[in-house]
Nanobody, 122 residues
Framework: QVQLVESGGGRVQTGDSLRLSCAVS????????LGWFRQRPGEAREFVAA????????SYADSVKGRFIISRDNAKNTVDLQMNTLKREDTAIYYC???????????????WGQGTQVIVSS
């Protein structure tokens, strides 16, 4: 079982930057990817970014491409999400996840963190 703990959420203004971090512990045989998803009230969980377990390949949602960067720190065993040029529509609870394939479907991910809130105001 993989354990994931997010940190770094908060309230910022449009155009600001924020960095989320997810501490990763444990690894199952089927764990091959790490990802970030977000969820707004009343909406389904949405893919943001993903990377392979060692971080050598990444994938992004079109809505964040060019603004967000996912990175893997194997020494610290974290997966981070650097969010730049934040917009109001980035407001959501952000979740870290571990799964068996790098993709944009939540069904690929078996382990989830508790989430961290990001609020972007103008």
């Amino acid at each position: 079982q993989v354990q994931l703990v997010e940190s770094g959420g908060g309230r910022v203004q449009t155009g600001d930057s924020l960095r989320l971090s997810c501490a990763v512990s444990g690894r199952t045989f089927s764990s091959s990817a790490l990802g970030w998803f977000r969820q707004r009230p009343g909406e389904a969980r949405e893919f943001v970014a993903a990377c392979t377990w060692n971080g050598d390949s990444t994938s992004y949602a079109d809505s964040v491409k060019g603004r967000f960067i996912i990175s893997r720190d194997n020494a610290k065993n974290t997966v981070d999400l650097q969010m730049n040029t934040l917009k109001r529509e980035d407001t959501a609870i952000y979740y870290c996840a571990a799964g068996f394939a790098m993709g944009d479907s939540p069904r690929l991910y078996r382990s989830w963190g508790q989430g961290t809130q990001v609020i972007v105001s103008s």
